[in-house]
């Protein structure tokens, strides 16, 4: 049982001045931002509201949420399902476990500039691997620069060539923590594979892949640069995420105001969308 | 079950091929690989990483890099350790809070902090320094290393602590010859992740360099853009970022599986 003490608080203090440092300064430069006008110069007109009206009613900012939205849900519906049939499946002695633990991990410590110019080699259609083959070999015109579907179709691909080992590792966590006698007991029983599943592996998965999903959520959401360096956002806006959209507006068009205030309604959404879920997931807990 | 066992196969079948693509890559000559399609290199060559380690802005990038994210895994293991200690140990005021706000600054888009980042370390004068980058990474990092030691600490029965006091030991005593050995793999596992996102994200650490501190990840994406388009020098360097990566995977191995399975949620 924990002990109530408030001296803890000196305990957390360093992790609170170092984050507080880091996440409130520019947070309140954001809002400061996203309630004025300039015409550079450093001259700032107070705006009100007005660009968060702008935004929540401009079809541009629509549209780049709804790719965005379509994104996250397309790469967690491929990714958690997948990585749980590939942790199940996964040994759980030897040494080709660990084999496949650090093969699996390797495309999560690329830099994420390096994933995106990996795939953008790999899929070129004349000297790419993936793109060679789909169009010399296998017939099927592959294009990323001119077919908004087929660079669609590689940025997901390549968010599950990055990210589902992550589900994986924290999976395989989940399995190898259940105890043996819990299988022997549901074979006794003369439980079915998909009822081991149902009632013994899935629940004590639960708290792994609530992690697993809120990570995934929360960073496919921010993303930024792989998106970016594999197709900057093309072919048009077709594959122009959030995160890609809002920095064309910040820096590209250099609009402070309507940038943050989409920011911190971007930042909003994710929030929410995430203390949803953590509520919902941990409620049979407490 | 031979089925089974073909599933992790072919799954690292299919995340091994970008990589030997982009390895492939880096032992070709620049004609070879526009000249046309080849699976393997025709004419091997190391050209490519001769220009890189003899290229002083080229391997100073790796150096950068390097630099601030064991500085930033230092710092934010130092921070973490007491703050996951106490969020294991003690109810206080508003401690449930405080842990769900630390980590909602992962949910915070890097691309909105970008500008307000750069303003802020201009201000302190830290900008292009390596400690800018460490300290800016912090802000996903640490909430990351309390979450997973938070997990190990819980794990370690209060009864040791209780021990260590009837003995005699001070509290820093305690905490340094007897606590921190006991989560040693905690430890390693929130270096790891500390190190591994450090490693991979270039928004914050491009926005807060410019020549003295700069990225080998920036590095790349600049020279890619100034030099033409030298396919093979940019896929030896990219094969150079995942060699870090994949010693320290090597390294902790036994214990990436098990780091967030302790953490809470």
């Known amino acids: 049982m924990k002990t109530e003490n408030q001296r803890a608080w000196i305990f957390v203090l360093p992790v609170l001045i170092l984050v507080a440092f880091n996440a409130l300064v520019p947070l309140m430069t954001v809002v400061n931002y996203s309630v004025q006008e300039t015409f550079g110069n450093n001259q700032f007109f107070w705006a009100g509201l007005r660009w968060f009206e702008e935004i929540l009613q401009s079809e541009r900012f629509h549209a780049a949420l709804g790719r965005q939205l379509f994104f996250t849900f397309t790469i967690l519906i491929i990714e958690i399902p997948l990585g749980v049939a590939i942790a199940l499946a996964m040994p759980r002695k030897g040494l080709w476990v660990s084999v496949c633990l650090v093969l699996m991990a390797l495309p999560l410590l690329i830099p994420w500039n390096v994933v995106g110019a990996m795939w953008n080699i790999f899929t070129l259609p004349k000297i790419g691997l993936l793109g060679w083959t789909m169009n010399n070999w296998l017939g099927i015109p592959y294009n990323m620069t001119v077919s908004p579907v087929a660079a669609w179709i590689t940025v997901i691909m390549m968010d599950v060539w990055h990210w589902t080992s992550l589900v994986v590792l924290l999976a395989y966590a989940g399995l190898i923590s259940i105890p043996e006698a819990y299988y022997q007991a549901a074979r006794i029983d003369g439980a079915s594979n998909w009822s081991v599943f149902r009632y013994i592996q899935l629940p004590k998965m639960k708290r792994v892949l609530t992690i697993a999903i809120l990570l995934r959520f929360m960073d496919s959401f921010n993303i930024y640069t792989e998106p970016f360096v594999l197709t900057g956002g093309g072919p048009g806006n077709s594959t122009t995420l959030l995160s890609i959209d809002l920095v064309k507006v910040a820096l590209g068009q250099f609009d402070l105001g309507p940038a943050a205030a989409m920011s911190l309604i971007y930042f909003v959404i994710t929030l929410a969308v995430s203390w949803l879920f953590y509520t919902l997931m941990t409620r049979n807990e407490q | ?265």
């Not at chain 2, 004419?43 to 601030?68: C, H």
Request: with cysteine; aromatic share 18%.
């Open chain 2, 1 to 265: 079950m031979r089925l089974r066992s073909l599933v992790p196969l072919i799954y690292i079948l299919f995340l091994m091929l970008p990589i030997y693509w982009l390895l492939a890559m880096s032992f070709k000559t620049t004609n070879e690989i526009l000249g046309g399609f080849s699976l393997f290199p025709q004419r091997w060559t190391l050209a490519n990483y001769q220009a890189i380690f003899t290229d002083p802005t080229w391997y100073w990038g790796y150096i950068n890099s390097i630099i601030y994210v064991s500085l930033n895994s230092i710092i934010s293991l130092l921070a973490a350790l007491p703050a996951a200690y106490a969020f294991s140990r003690f109810r206080f005021l508003g401690d449930k809070h405080l842990f769900f706000w630390l980590l909602t600054n992962r949910m915070a888009p890097a691309a909105v902090f970008a500008l307000p980042f750069f303003q802020l370390y201009s201000a302190a004068n830290l900008f292009d320094t390596h400690l800018a980058v460490a300290l800016a990474h912090c802000l996903f990092n640490i909430p990351l290393a309390v979450w997973i030691l938070e997990g190990f600490m819980s794990g370690i029965p209060k009864e040791l602590d209780e021990t260590a006091y009837v003995d005699g030991y001070s509290f820093p005593r305690f905490f340094i010859t007897i606590f921190i050995p006991s989560i040693k793999a905690g430890v390693g596992v929130a270096a790891f992740f500390c190190f591994m996102f450090s490693w991979v994200e270039l928004l914050l650490a491009k926005t807060l360099t410019a020549v003295e501190a700069k990225p080998i990840a920036a590095t790349m994406t600049r020279t890619a853009s100034s030099a033409g388009y030298e396919l093979g020098l940019l896929a030896a360097a990219g094969v150079l970022t995942i060699i870090p990566g994949a010693i320290v995977i090597y390294f902790v191995r036994n214990y990436i599986a098990k780091g967030f399975a302790l953490g809470r949620v």
